[in-house]
């Protein structure tokens, strides 16, 4: 069946350092979607990807889209505190069902 | 809007007993979702519904059951829990398909003990 891995599972930065979360399938995506979850809470969409190269920004973050559409990363630049919590991709081929990455945790140090 | 609601929010249930979790949407989305959340793990979709009187079965389906016969609601029961079950239960909702966001309920929290 399809695989959706992310690495790493944990990141532990100095507020300030940047952080990256990086996505790949093991079968060629249609779109993917960025979701946030903050402890306790349910997952927040942040974001979706449609074409090949995509590179979106938001704020801080910068997500891209690879050439051959199996692989996505989220990038934050100077993280602060509110950005804690997991990051999740998901990924679909098929627009019904989509597979979500196990996540990063990140944590933030003041 | 109140959006994707859940309830229960916590329960524990006993090995062998049965149970429906309750997930109602009022933003009137074709597509709802069910997954489960177990710890320090990604979501892993259940069942899923295109619409009201269709449903399919996910990624891990096995234990349970849904129907979808409103717009609006989307339950999930659980016959014979079983520990394996423990596991956080999230309901989502999407206008239509891939191309969509999910709105993603508060969860349902579960121990099967």
């Known amino acids: 069946g399809q695989q959706v891995m992310q690495i790493p599972q944990y990141q532990h930065v100095q507020e300030g350092e940047d952080f990256t979360t990086y996505c790949n399938s093991s079968?060629?995506?249609?779109?993917i979607q960025w979701y946030k979850q903050r402890p306790g809470g349910h997952p927040v969409f942040l974001i979706q990807?449609?074409?090949?190269?995509e590179v979106k920004k938001q704020k801080r973050l910068t997500f891209q889209f690879g050439e051959a559409k199996k692989n996505s990363s989220l990038h934050i630049t100077a993280t602060q505190t509110t950005d804690v919590g997991t990051y999740f991709c998901?990924?679909?081929?098929?627009?019904?069902?989509?597979?979500f990455g196990t996540g990063t945790s990140l944590t933030v140090i003041p | 809007n109140a959006g994707v609601t859940q309830t229960p929010k916590f329960r524990i249930l006993k090995i062998g007993q049965s149970m429906t979790l309750q997930c109602t949407q009022d933003?009137?989305?074709?597509?709802m979702y069910w997954y489960r959340q177990d710890p320090g793990m990604g979501l892993k979709l259940i069942y899923y519904?295109?619409?009201?009187?269709?449903?399919d079965k996910g990624e891990v389906p096995n234990g349970y059951n849904v129907s979808r016969s409103t717009t609006e609601d989307f339950p999930l029961r659980l016959e014979l829990a079983a520990p394996s079950q423990t596991s956080v239960y999230f309901c989502?909702?999407?206008?239509?398909?891939?191309?969509?966001?999910?709105?993603f309920g508060p969860g349902t929290r579960l121990t099967v003990t």
């Open positions: 519904s295109v619409g009201a009187g269709i449903t």
């Open positions: 998901a990924g679909t081929n098929t627009g019904n069902q989509f597979y």
């Open positions: 990807l449609v074409k090949s190269g």
């Open positions: 079968t060629t995506l249609s779109n």
């Open positions: 989502a909702s999407s206008l239509t398909g891939g191309s969509y966001e999910q709105y």
């Open positions: 933003m009137n989305h074709n597509y």
